[in-house]
C-alpha cells in the first residue's frame, strides 16, 4: 500500500506542472493558442521545421548507429575498442563549446543555417549513447541465428535487414525516442545554427513569444507553445513505453 502511496505522490508531483500549463494555455478560451498560430512565421512553419529536424535526426541516428552498432559488435579490425572509446569521448566535451566551431564548418560545406546542418550536429551528439546502445543490443543476439540464416540463403545484408535489425528492434525504438526528444526540445543548438527566422525550429520560436511590449511576459501564449511542444512527447513515450523500456533495460544490462 505504502508503495502504491508513493508512486501516486510522485505521478501527481511530475504531472502537476504539465497539467497546471495545461489549463493556463486555456485560460480565455483558444486565444492564446490563436495569437500563437499568428506569431511571427506563424506555428505552422516553426512546427513543420522541428518536425523535419526531428525526422531527419532520428533517421540519421538509427542508420549510423545500426550500422556502427553491427560492426562494433560482430567485427574484428584494428583500432576498434579505440574508436569505440573516441566516439564514447563525445560525452566529454561541453555541448556549448563546440557549436561555433561546428557553425563555422557547416559554412565550409555549404549547410550554414540549414536544417540539414542542423540534423548532422544533433546526429553527431546522439552517436555516443545510441552506438553503445545498439552494440551491446547486438552482441545480445546469439551468432548462431545470424549464422543460420546465412546457411538458408541469406546473404550478409539481407540476414542483417530481415533478421538482426528486426531482433533489435526496442533498442532502435529506444535510441529514436531519445533521438527524438533531443532535437524536438533543443533550444541552444537551433539558436546558435540558425540565424534566419523562417528556419527556426519550435523551441526558439516559443522563447521569443515571451515578450511582449516593454519586456512582459505572456504567460498564455507561453504555456500554449509549451502544450504543442509536449504533447507529441507525450504521445510517442505513451505508445513506445514498453519497447522503450525493454531496449533500454538490454543495453544496460550489457554494459
Known sequence: MRYYTT???????????????????????????AEMARFGEGVGTYLTNSV???????????????????????FDFPGKNLLFLVTLAILMVPYATILIPLYVLLGYIGLQNSLVGLSLV????QLPFALFMMRNAFEAIPRELEEAALVDGCGTFR???????????PALITVGLFAFLASWNDFF??????????????????????????????????????????????????????????????????G
Not at 159 to 169: N, P, S
Not at 197 to 215: I, Y
Open 7 to 33: 508512486l501516486s505522490a510522485l505521478a501527481v508531483l511530475f504531472l502537476f506542472p504539465l497539467l497546471w500549463s495545461g489549463w493556463s494555455s486555456f485560460d480565455g478560451g483558444l486565444e492564446n493558442y
Open 52 to 74: 523535419l529536424v526531428s525526422v531527419m535526426t532520428v533517421t540519421g541516428t538509427l542508420i549510423v548507429s545500426a550500422l556502427g552498432g553491427y560492426a562494433f559488435a560482430r
Open 122 to 125: 544533433f546526429v553527431m551528439f
Open 159 to 169: 540476414a542483417f535487414v530481415r533478421i538482426l535489425l528486426q531482433a533489435v528492434r
Open 189 to 254: 543548438a537551433p539558436l546558435i545554427l540558425l540565424n534566419d527566422g523562417e528556419s527556426f525550429t519550435l523551441p526558439v520560436a516559443v522563447v521569443s513569444m515571451t515578450q511582449r511590449t516593454f519586456g512582459a511576459i505572456d504567460y498564455g501564449m507561453l504555456q500554449a507553445g509549451v502544450m504543442v511542444m509536449a504533447v507529441p512527447c507525450l504521445i510517442l513515450f505513451i505508445v513506445l513505453q514498453r519497447h522503450y523500456v525493454r531496449g533500454f533495460m538490454s543495453g544496460a544490462l550489457r
